[in-house]
């Protein structure tokens, strides 16, 4: 197997975790703890399953081929180790990020999730987890925004636990139910739009608020 083939396979994790199961036994947990560490802690890998491969690997729980609580265990820590990787980069990094041209850094998402964290301060660590792409951006822009360690950890722990337990015990509940299977990718389509509707609506609010008070 070749690394562009790896590399495939593991964008693709939810499509082919029965496999990995299969080829590396207990050894898939280390996969799996390098994949959500990689999507949560270098912005260049934005694009790593997280969603999908969270529910996915809930359901492979329910079928007795991994442990849920050992599952939990690790990704949870993953995912606080990935974002504090990401908060440090971004902290040693600074603004300089807005002002050179790093070939590195998508500047649109950068930017995107930059406002949006002006915005909602904090909670956007906690939120971000259920946003693809804002997910990998906004512990880097924490960072960047001078927030201070142990906030920015307070939120990452608590945003951490939300995400990881929430979605594998909802993948182990419901994930080897054929209609859920078959329809996971409008399934976590609309689970985005959950979490980032009432963010959205909240800032019209308050956008229209300060226009009408003008």
């Not at 054929?178 to 985005?192: H, M, S, W, Y």
Request: proline residues 2%.
């Amino acid at each position: 197997m070749d690394f562009v083939q790896l590399l495939d396979m593991l964008v693709h994790v939810d499509k082919t975790l029965g496999f990995l199961i299969a080829e590396y036994g207990v050894y898939v947990y280390a996969v799996l703890f390098a994949i959500i560490f990689a999507e949560t802690g270098v912005v260049v890998l934005f694009f790593f399953p997280g969603d999908t491969l969270l529910f996915i690997a809930g359901a492979f729980c329910a079928t007795g081929q991994m442990h849920l609580g050992l599952l939990m265990f690790l990704l949870i820590t993953a995912a606080v180790l990935g974002n504090t990787t990401n908060y440090l980069i971004g902290e040693a990094v600074g603004q300089r990020v807005f002002t050179h041209n790093y070939r590195w850094i998508n500047k649109d998402a950068l930017r995107r999730t930059h406002e949006f964290f002006e915005r909602h301060g904090g909670k956007t660590i906690i939120l971000a987890r259920f946003v693809p792409v804002v997910r990998t951006f906004a512990p880097f822009v924490a960072g960047v925004s001078d927030m201070t360690f142990a906030r920015f950890q307070m939120y990452n722990f608590a945003g951490a636990l939300a995400w990881v337990i929430s979605l594998c015990t909802a993948g182990y509940l419901f994930g080897n139910i054929p209609i859920i299977r078959d329809n996971l990718t409008a399934i976590v389509l609309f689970g985005v739009a959950v979490a980032v509707v009432p963010v959205a609506l909240g800032g019209l609010w308050k956008f229209s608020r300060r226009v009408m008070g003008k």
